[in-house]
């Protein structure tokens, strides 16, 4: 079966990089990409009409935690500054002996309503990603069956992800008067790293090879030199990229240069671990980093030396006060950037405006962080994380995963007049504006509408998630504080 894809614009992609085709057209056969350019004079048997919209390469996020992450809105415009605006400190540490109540990352198969929790969880992520037009996504080290159940979604919904548990030795936890406590446990880490690899040689290569295995230890320093040195070994022999949150951090920062002695990416260095499909979450607190006042700033020049990858999350990133420092930097070190929605919301094309507009403004420079640079991260930076040429790219040979973007912005003014359709995107526009996404040469999303996902009912169960999540705070909060006192409403109720 010979598809053609007739749109407005196309972004193609010729010798590494991305090109722009004005009223041109894609050709794909079965799962691969045959033909792109601006005519076509071979056979096909049905042709798409994108007359006025953009074709492009499907997104690709590498940083998902998954969830409806009902209990990030408990930290909307507030927190605890104890933890430097880090966000899963303040909504996954509970006081010791407690659990966090409603996340569904700690229960168990067999808990009372946990089938219906994960499903739900698993659901909301994949059609959410779907909607966005991501047709490629890394998680970021959710429990075991967290990965059972996307692994389902991923399957039944038609996309390609990344998966497989993540593992750490130990989390933090609230000690009696509210303050930070390690419980360390290298058995956990060496435990989990076997189930993720057990995991992995199980259903690495399923539904027709869209799902593949990652490593993730979850945090640098929550993993032991040990684990992390297994970590690489078994990348080493299986050839398996790597994920962990380093560099990300104040507090890891702090933490692993008194244990370590060295910043989170010297200690990532002496393990060998730097290398392109090592996806570092966030990165954006190396030495180099002027706050911070290290005093040594080898940071940037020793994963750009080593083609290192990074997950940006420009949004999650920058309502906690923080953001890279700087794009600019770290496009010029080597540093491939790649882009994550992390929590909500997962539209990439809010981000790459994000990703942009920050990093203009920490460069001091408009000539920073271009429409064609965050669209690059958001497409070819994610696909060079894990280590696939064949992703990221509208190009002969690549697989047809891709997207079709409304330049209407679904009948709205919101775009104006176009002339660079990316520029366009990336300024003006938002996740709903992808309109078809295609994912393995099959149609898995048209007009907006994701066969087999009834959006109304996903909105009603994510909706009633939460407010069970919001009100139980008060049972593992350290503090013991409710959700009015630990997010106070925007105005005071009425009365
Ligand atoms: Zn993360």
């Known amino acids: ?66 969830g409806h992450r009902a209990s990030h809105r408990l930290i909307t415009d507030t927190g605890r500054p104890i933890y430097y605006g880090q966000p899963f ?22 808990d009372a309503g946990a089938d219906a929790a994960v499903r739900l969880n698993a659901t909301f992520t994949v059609a959410e990603l779907l909607r966005n037009g991501v047709t490629t996504f890394v998680e970021f080290g959710s429990q075991l069956v967290i990965q059972d159940a996307l692994l389902a979604e991923v399957t039944r919904l038609g996309t390609r992800a990344y998966l497989a548990p993540g593992y750490d030795c130990g989390r933090w ?82 933490e692993t240069v008194r244990e370590h002695m060295m910043t989170p990416i010297e200690l990532l260095d002496s393990l060998g671990m730097l290398r392109p499909t090592l996806n570092i979450g966030h990165g954006n607190f190396v030495s180099d980093t002027p706050n911070l006042n290290y005093s040594v700033k080898r940071d940037l020049e020793m994963m750009g030396g080593a083609r290192v990858s990074i997950s940006h999350c420009p949004i999650n990133i920058a309502r906690r006060a923080r953001t890279l420092n700087d794009w600019q930097k770290y496009r010029e070190a080597g540093i491939n950037i790649s882009l994550g929605s992390d929590t909500y919301p997962r539209d990439m094309i809010m981000n790459m405006r994000t990703a942009s507009y920050m990093g203009k403004v920490m460069a001091h420079s408009y000539f920073a962080a271009t429409g064609g640079e965050v669209f690059e991260a958001a497409t070819l930076g994610g696909a060079k994380s894990v280590g696939r040429e064949d992703l990221g790219r509208l ?8 997207i079709i973007i409304d330049l209407s912005g679904r009948d709205s003014l919101r775009y104006g007049p176009v002339r660079d359709p990316v520029k366009s995107v990336v300024e003006c526009g938002v996740g709903d504006d992808v309109d078809t996404v295609i994912v393995d040469g099959k149609i898995v999303m048209q007009g907006g509408k994701i066969p087999g996902v009834d959006f109304g009912a996903l909105r009603a169960e994510a909706q009633a998630a939460g407010e069970k999540v919001w009100a139980t705070l008060p049972d593992w909060d350290p503090l013991g504080r409710d959700a009015e006192s630990a997010c106070p409403w925007c105005y005071p109720m009425a009365q």
């Open 89 to 110: 400190l303040e909504i996954s540490v509970p006081k010791e002996g407690k659990q966090v109540i409603g996340d569904v990352r700690y229960l168990k198969h067999g």
């Open 173 to 254: 936890v609230g000690d009696e008067k509210g303050r930070l406590k390690r419980v360390v446990n290298e058995q956990l880490g060496l435990d989990g790293l076997r189930t993720a690899l057990e995991w992995i040689e199980r259903n690495d290569g399923a539904a027709g090879g869209r799902i593949k295995g990652i490593l993730v230890p979850r945090e640098v320093e929550t993993s032991t030199i040990e684990v992390l040195r297994r970590t690489v070994e078994a990348a080493d022999r299986l050839n398996l990229p790597m994920a962990t949150h380093a560099a990300y951090s104040v507090i890891e920062f702090y």
């Open 395 to 402: 190009a002969p040979g690549a697989l047809a995963d891709m």
């Open 1 to 66: 079966m010979r598809t053609a894809i007739k749109a407005g614009w196309i972004v193609g992609h010729e010798k590494g990089a991305h090109t722009l085709i004005r009223n041109g057209v894609l050709v794909y056969e079965g799962n691969k990409i045959i033909h792109v350019g601006q005519t076509f004079e071979g056979r096909v048997d049905e042709t798409l009409d994108a007359t006025g919209k953009l074709l492009a390469p499907g997104f690709i996020d590498t940083h998902v935690h998954s």
